[in-house]
Structure formats: C-alpha cells, structure tokens
C-alpha cells in the first residue's frame, strides 16, 4: 500500500484497483497528470527560492524543499505503507538530522481543498514522524495566486489520522477484492488515464450515464423506475417516461424524448434528424460569400488563450489546399499586438461570419474588443458574425455519440488529426513545455493541431450544410 493507491482510492475506489492490478497496456498517457508535475514543480520551486533538491541526501543536508523521496513505515501496529510526498518544506524544529524538521506539502489546482489533500497531508505526516524522529503538528496545501505561491496551513489531528487509518483499511479490502463497478460520477474519468478502457466496458454494459446528458443523479432515478441499461431506455415510451422525470418540471417531456432518442441513436449507430430547417439555412446563406473558421487554444486554470487560429474560406468547395490558415501567438507580454492582428482580421472582411465550435471564442472575442474599448454597437455588431456550430449540431441532431466535443464528433464524420492522439490538454502541456525549454517544436506542434481543430470544425459545418441539403 501507499500514499498514491490511497488517492487514487479517494478518487475512484476502481482506479486505485486498476493502479495496482490493472494490465499497463491499458493505461494510457495523461496530458492532464504530466501538467500537474510540471505545475507542482515549478510553484515549489518559486516556494523555495530554487532550494529544492530530491532525495534523502536533501533532508540531511537541510535543503529547504525536498521532493522524490519514497519513506516506508508502520501507520498502525502491523500495518506497514509508504509515502510519496509531494514535497517535504523545512521548518523550525529539533529532528534526527538536526536543528530543522520537515512539514509535508501537497500542490492544489483551483480553489478547493479537498478531502484527497488531507488524507495525503495525515497520512504523510504520520510516517514521516517516526522517520525524522520530530512531531508534525501541521500540513501545507500550496497553490498558485496571481502566478505566486499561496499557502494554507492544515492542522492535524487525531481525528485526520484516524480517517488515514479507516481509509486505508477500506483500501486494503478493495486492493484484495474483485475489480470495482465504474465510478457513477463519470465527470470524473474525463481525467483519468484509465478512460478508455473504462468507456468500453460502460458501453458494452448499457451504462445509462453514456447516454449524453443523463449524469449519476438521472441515472439513479431512471433506475429507480425500473430503467437499468440503455437498451431498456431506447425501447421505453417516450410520454411514460416524461411522468416519471418530474424533477425536469416543464421541460419533463422533451427531456425524455431527447434521452430516449439518444439512446435509440446511441444503440443504432444511426444519427437522428431534429428539423431545424431555420438554423442551418441561415449558415447556408451566411456563408455564402466566404467565411472564416475560428479556433483558440488556451490555459483555463491560467485564463490564458495562447494561440488564435483562423481558417479563410472562399466557400464550402474550397479545397483543403486552397483553405488558408493563420495563427496568432499570444504572448502574456505582447497581447495588444496579438488583439491588433486578430482585429485586422476579422475587419478584413467584414460581412463574413465566424465559424466556431463552443462557446470559448465568441467570449474571447468580447474580452478583446472590450479591452480594445470598442463600443457596446460595436461589440456587438462584431459578436453578431459569430456562428456557434456547436449549439447548432446539437439543435439539429441527436447523433449516436456518447458527448457532442468536437473531437466525438468530427471523429466520427471520419475527421483525422496529423498527430495522433491529441487533445487540448495536450496542447496545453506542450505549452507549458514551450514556456520552458524555447523549443520551437512544441510551437509547431500546436499550431499543426490548432490548424487541424480548424479543419474539423469545417467538416462538422460541412456536414450540417450536405445534410440540410438533402433533408430539405
Ligand atoms: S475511468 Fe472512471 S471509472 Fe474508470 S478508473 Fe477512471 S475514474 Fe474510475
């Protein structure tokens, strides 16, 4: 047993398991966990002025952070585990290596803390104890505030020590026990390293939360009437289930029509046309004289869009060399030059609407021209041009997909990207490797795959148009 088991546990009680008796090959890369050691080493090191060695040598020579240290030890009579922490920080006090000891850190993303921070902070504390011989009274969550590092201290007590212990025991029994059932809070496994392998099996089982918009408190209460799986769910009526989903209020009927049409498509492979003739003649129409595809890549934790990309199209047979693609850095220290460009060229031609997918650009867009002290006629005649392919795929079809992202989606039209199993975390984490090294080839690689965001947005406006055509 030990401290990373035990927060994977804290997570999902299955991926501890999959953690420890899981085959590796299923496991894939986590763009989302190789930024946070990135962060967490650089806002510890910021912490300790660069005082931060690793490994046991660094606790005896006093060096103020110590990190990579792995410290076996007995948690409670004969139960024996180890810790990884995150970060060991010097302080005052009288240990076996002398006049120092040391409190355990753990890194926060975001604002909360969380149960996962303070079982790792007591369950490091109580071995750590014994090791360098000193009581631990306390234990640090550190974050990042306007680009520093903020610190909350976490006192630690019998009681954090003892929820250590049941935890731990309860992790013992799930270690030694069958695989568990996946986690009802599927939020959660959109970080997970394990996503894939998980998604197959919810699939291959008819798990109701697949179904796009049916969370863990629907899916309890559609088996609470006897619906267990997708497959009683797409043969259910329609009118009976709007009764029993009162909680929807007004919108009970249409609620269960869409979830009983998802699953229908979802089990089929077969996309379901909603008429919306409106909507997709107006893109029709809009189009019409050229228009531009626009696609941003960005830091949501930093609030930071770090690259612009836009696609100028003449019209919807414009071959895919004839399309021409243009990115815009965005520099924390030169973002009026990059606000300038991106005005320059949207203004180029001015009739021409904006194509994007989610709601991410146009709210970019309103900040920039804000910021550029445009007017509110202004805002919003520019605002006006923006044409969200996202909310229109999804007023037009109930498509036979598990989510509406633009990679699902565009996947499915049959859409490839040049690099192979990108994402926007992985963007991200090439941005940050950016940041770090100068290494213009983590440039080149967003750009290729901000480029390819761009053309996969194109075949989704490509495929409402081909599809209006032919139902109209
Ligand atoms: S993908 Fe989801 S269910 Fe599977 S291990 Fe990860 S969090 Fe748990």
Known sequence: MNSLFLKSFIKCKRKAWLDFKG?????????????????????????????????????????????????????????????????????????????????????????????EHLIDLAFSSIILESFQESKIEKGLVISSFSNKPKVEEIYLNKKSRKKVLNTLLSLNECLEGFMPEITQDRKKCTICSWQKFCDKEAKENGYLTDIDGIGSKTASLLKTNGIYNTQSLATCSEKKLGEKLSKFNDQKFEKASIFVKQAQAYI???????????????????????????????????????????LKINNFFTKKEGLIYESILNLENNKSESYRQIIKILFSNKEWPVLHYGETEKIAIINI??????????????????????????????????????KTVSNWLGFKWVQKDVSGSKALYWWIQ?????????????VQYNKDDCLATLQIAKYLIKNHLKKN
């Open 268 to 310: 089929s492979g077969e996309p379901y046309y909603i008429a919306n003739k409106n909507d997709t003649y107006d893109l029709l129409k809009k189009t019409s004289l050229g228009f531009y595809v626009f696609d941003i890549e960005s830091n949501p934790d930093e609030k930071h869009d770090f690259l612009y990309g836009f």
């Open 369 to 406: 021209a804000k910021n550029l002290n445009f007017s509110f006629k202004e805002i919003d005649l520019l605002t006006s041009r923006f044409i969200d392919l996202h909310s229109l795929i999804r007023k037009s079809w109930i498509l036979p997909l598990k989510n509406y992202s633009l």
């Open 23 to 115: 085959v590796k090959s299923y496991e894939v890369w986590s763009a989302h966990k190789a930024i946070d050691k990135v962060n967490q080493y650089q806002i510890f090191s910021k912490l300790c002025n660069g005082d931060i060695y690793t490994g046991l040598k660094a606790c005896e020579n006093g060096y103020e952070g110590v990190i990579g240290l792995k410290i076996k030890g007995k948690v409670f009579q004969d139960i024996y585990a180890e810790i990884h922490p995150q970060l060991l920080l010097r302080t005052k006090g009288i240990s076996k290596w002398g006049p120092y000891k040391y409190l355990p850190a753990v890194y926060k993303l975001g604002h909360k803390t969380t149960k």
């Open 434 to 446: 950016y940041q770090i090294t100068e290494n213009e080839i983590f440039l080149k690689k967003i």
